[in-house]
């Protein structure tokens, strides 16, 4: 079923709001997404950056090291001899990957830090696998329009769509097991069912974590709207990107719901309002999208298991 716009969010009294913000503000911040790694960041967007120079910040980082070998020797690459050298790892996989790879490894082992607080047993790799793939999908879909992204704001969007599920999980526990218990045939049923249980959805839930950090009004809003691009006062696009990406990840298998909800079917996503913010009615830029978006989807899986 698509996920169709949803209504804004119910009004909930002043106490209620009060006790919401309270709760969510008790929820420790993600310190990478104020660093996020600067010194790589920097030599990677520089043009007289040497691989040597990129490899040996990466070395002082096992996780990030870690995750760069795994993802160069993984099928996606069909490298005939294994990579064992960081330095030959940043040659093959070259800078958009890096800095791919440098924004999510310090997110991830934040939340993971965060995850480690909290008893209820979570599919925590599936929506991280699902985070990551629509942090890639994301970026794809905004290549496929007129929109110039000059910054790394188009993949962060995607990474961080659904990070008010982690901040459910910490301020709303109890409420959390109830929605994850509660089958779904559509992304905007469980919204719905969140907004019934605590008064806020997990959109509007990560939205207002986030403007407690570094980050621009774009991410914020793009999270807080990915299931309602329309909605968006500002910046649709970004949400309207998230939206088809989510959608896509879906159809593609990776869920990453911690509830039960319905498949996605094939060019579902074309009815979404995230579409028609996209790409309007279907002329060029629509059918370029769709040759682009079917060449993703077929790279995703073999990208995803280096990643993780």
Known sequence: MIATALPATAPA??????????????????????????ALRDLV?????????????????PSLSARLLRMVNSVYFGLSARVNNIEEAVFFLGLRQIRELSMATPVIEDIERLQSAMTAPLPWKDLWAHSLGTAILTREILRATPMAVDDDTDYLVGLLHNVGKVVMAYAFPEELQVVIKT??????????????????????????????????????????????????????????????ADHLVRHAGINGSFEPVGPVAADSWLELEGWRILYGADGPEASLARASIANALRRLPAMLSGLQ
């Not at 967007?45 to 910040?57: C, H, Y």
């Not at 774009?218 to 088809?244: C, G, K, N, Y």
């Open 183 to 244: 089958p779904a045939a559509s992304t905007a049923e469980i919204c719905a069912h969140e907004r019934r249980l605590i008064g806020w959805d997990h959109a509007q839930i990560g939205g207002y974590y986030l403007e407690r950090h570094s980050v621009s009004d774009e991410i914020i809003l793009a999270v807080r709207h990915h299931a309602a691009p329309d909605q968006a006062p500002r910046h649709r696009m970004f949400a309207a990107a998230v939206q088809v």
């Open 45 to 61: 967007n520089s043009e007289a950056s040497l691989t040597s120079q990129i490899a040996e910040i990466i070395r002082r980082d």
């Open 13 to 38: 009294d002043a106490s209620r709001e009060q006790d919401i913000r309270r709760r969510i503000d008790q929820c420790p911040k993600l310190a990478s997404l104020e660093c996020n790694n600067r």
